[in-house]
């Protein structure tokens, strides 16, 4: 008996050679154009920073309006170019996180669904390779213990905590390897 279900293939993509030459150029024109412009900050660096989020947004921007209404309460420090100058990055960067994080997103999916088929359908030939091994096939017997040495043990969830007074958990009915 089968431990997997046939489900519908939903994912059917080849990538020319000639999509991937074109979207590895488009990648590494963007990584080029980008670069110069973009930082990298260490797990420490990105802690230490104060952040500008969603309530703090609305803050900043009324800080500048003010610093532009009233000029002659700007701290000598404070560059107000400078200030426009991250301004405006945030809202761009925004923008391209956006973007690029609905076609990262698209792409995490999609290889997450070729992978679930792919994986359903090793399962299934691992199946019909055991039945084949149980009615004596030494070729199939071979593959199936190859297979079941590299899938290692699965469909095996860890027992639920048992209650206090509850009573004992009936053996797991998981499919053998």
Known sequence: MSTTSPIPNQISAVFSPDTLQTVHGALQTLTDTLNPLLVNLGPEEKQALPKMGPRTSDFVARAM???RAMPQYLPGFVDIDEFQK?????ATLGELQHQLGTTHDM???TRM????EAYVA???IYEAL????RRGSPEAQAAAADLAERLGPRGRSKPAPKEVGAPPMA???APGV
């Open 65 to 67: 309006s003010y610093m």
């Open 86 to 90: 991250d301004l405006d990055a945030v």
């Open 107 to 109: 792409v995490n999916a």
């Open 113 to 116: 669904l070729a992978g679930s």
């Open 122 to 124: 090793a399962l299934s």
């Open 130 to 133: 055991k039945t084949a091994a």
């Open 171 to 173: 053996p797991s009915t």
